[in-house]
């Protein structure tokens, strides 16, 4: 009989898709080191960019319950309605969301140039969301994390 530790550390569903969240935050980091020539490890702890993490970890998971439960299991079922339901929202409320940040950003600095005195409200957090693109390439890190995890481990 294991102990709830024992059963936590060794739930592979949840580390592969923690490796996989992990490791697209970690090629956000690079690509943006790559494509724009610099060092933003901030970016590690950001969310929106490419590619989606939170893609990645639902994809890892989701992939991972289905390997190991067929695509006929209930447990897959939950995760792959889960999945969907993250991802729809990825790319659009969190996104519509982060388009609106820009807009808000724009009008408060045409503001700021009329008013000027007393008026400095923060700008608001534009990468929230992610495109289609953003949310496949997480998705693919995912799916092919859980291959590796499921099949090689």
């Known amino acids: 009989m294991t102990t709830p530790l024992e059963d936590l550390l060794g739930n592979r569903w949840l580390w592969t898709a923690i490796l996989a969240s992990t490791g697209a935050q970690v090629l956000k980091v690079l690509l943006i080191l790559l494509l724009e020539r610099r060092w933003r490890p ?15 970890m639902v994809a890892a998971l989701t992939t991972g319950v289905a390997l190991e439960f067929g695509l006929g299991s209930p447990l897959f079922a939950a995760s792959a309605v889960f999945t969907l339901i993250v991802m729809y929202d990825a790319t659009g409320v969190r996104h519509s969301s982060g388009m609106q940040a820009r807009l808000l950003n724009e009008l408060v600095e045409e503001l700021r140039a009329v008013v000027r005195e007393g008026f400095a409200p923060l700008p608001l957090r534009v990468l929230l969301g992610h495109t289609y693109l953003e949310v496949l390439v997480g998705t693919l890190i995912g799916i092919g994390m859980a291959f590796v995890a499921f099949r090689v481990l």
């Open 42 to 56: 901030a970016a590690f702890m950001e969310t929106g960019g490419m590619p989606s993490s939170h893609s990645a």
